[in-house]
């Protein structure tokens, strides 16, 4: 058969898609992190991925989903927490923005699967199939080898069990917890995720009535989380929105990397943290780096971290920010205290090795 006969649409997808293939699986695998630091990949949204000098593997809201792929009736479903939040029923155009950069299929070791709420954009029920399915396992504080857990708040669990994940694999935190794995310590932390707030448990008509009832419990929907590592102390802030809380986080806890989702919210919309409220966080939590997330993945909250650079430059003299920002990029990796006086992130750029072995050109002046 000629290529133009045996490609499909299946053929197609299967050799393009995930975009990244498992190139960063084998970065991942083969990255040794040297004593005293810590190895963070983004994923994408606030998809997170952590590994120790003690090989300690985590992921924090590693999910494989995206949004609309088709414009369908055109309308928001009922009870949508943002048809909920702003009285909205026209279909949201969230489009994801940004590629697959890790293949959750592909997944060797990991030794703790961690959201910090149920929403769609943090929780991936194909990673979770692929760890119960490949009885992935690490080892608890005596050395005893166990399944690995999945962490999170009591809806994130109820989630992971509706999907299949058994309940004793679920560990359900609320702020104050701590969890020790290998060389790192998670606390949880209070979420300040007001969008989860107005999430009810089912859309359409028959959609809990939220007017006039008092917000159930945060702790059940959300949590922040420290991760301790031998290189320092990670802020992940989920979907949380800007509250003066996290004054109390920094007077609590010693923060040197904090995470914080941002984007430019539509009109009607408050659901991610600005380039002020990004900067206010990092100065609050006190944490010595502050690196915006989230602003990547949805087409209609896309924002421009360099507002968050002008912003900075503008305060950080009269208000003598202790802090600085770090602008990044979704597949790629940043090694605290290694980097952290890096400003912004640069995917490898490969050719170092150039003019090292013999070239082939009709002659140099070409050149
Ligand atoms: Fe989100």
Request: glycine share 8%; with cysteine; aromatic share 10%.
């Amino acid at each position: 058969m000629s290529k133009v006969e045996e490609i499909t649409r299946e053929s197609w997808i299967m050799s393009t898609f995930p975009e990244w293939g498992t190139w960063l699986n084998e970065e991942i695998e083969h990255e040794t992190v040297e004593p005293g630091t810590v190895a963070m990949w983004w994923l994408g949204c606030t998809g997170m991925w952590f590994k120790t000098p003690g090989g300690c593997n985590i992921t924090v809201d590693l999910w494989c989903g995206n949004g609309k792929r088709s414009h369908g009736n055109g309308k928001m479903a009922e009870g949508h927490q943002m048809a909920n939040m702003c009285g909205a029923r026209k279909m949201q155009p969230n489009l994801r923005a940004v590629p697959f950069v890790l293949d959750p299929f592909a997944v060797k070791h990991v030794d703790a699967v961690l959201a910090t709420h149920y929403h769609q954009d943090h929780m991936s029920p194909e990673y979770a199939a692929h760890v119960i399915q490949s009885n992935i396992t690490t080892v608890d504080e005596n050395g005893k080898e166990i399944p690995v857990p999945f962490i999170g708040p009591k809806k994130s669990v109820e989630l992971w069990q509706k999907w299949g994940v058994p309940a004793d694999r679920c560990i359900t935190v609320v702020p104050g917890d701590s969890i020790r794995i290998k060389d790192i310590e998670i606390v949880a932390l209070d979420s300040f995720d007001r969008t989860c707030l107005v999430t009810t448990d089912s859309t359409g008509p028959d959609r809990e009535e939220l007017m006039g009832k008092c917000p159930m419990d945060m702790d059940e929907k959300a949590v922040n989380y420290l991760i301790k590592t031998p290189g320092g102390n990670i802020y992940h802030s989920g979907d949380s929105h800007y509250s003066i809380y996290f004054a109390k986080h920094g007077k609590d806890y010693d923060i040197d990397v904090a995470f914080g989702s941002y984007g430019e919210n539509p009109v009607g919309m408050a659901d991610k943290m600005t380039s002020c409220d990004i900067l206010r966080m990092a100065e609050a939590l006190r944490c010595k780096v502050v690196i915006p997330i989230h602003y990547d993945v949805w087409t209609n909250f896309m924002a421009d971290v360099n507002e968050i650079r002008v912003l900075y430059h503008m305060k950080k003299d009269r208000l003598a920010y202790k802090f600085h920002p770090f602008f990044w990029e979704v597949g790629g990796k940043y090694v605290y205290p290694r980097d952290k006086d890096k400003l912004a992130y640069h995917h490898e750029r490969g050719f170092e090795d150039c003019f090292e072995a013999p070239q082939n050109i009709p002659f140099r002046s070409l050149l």
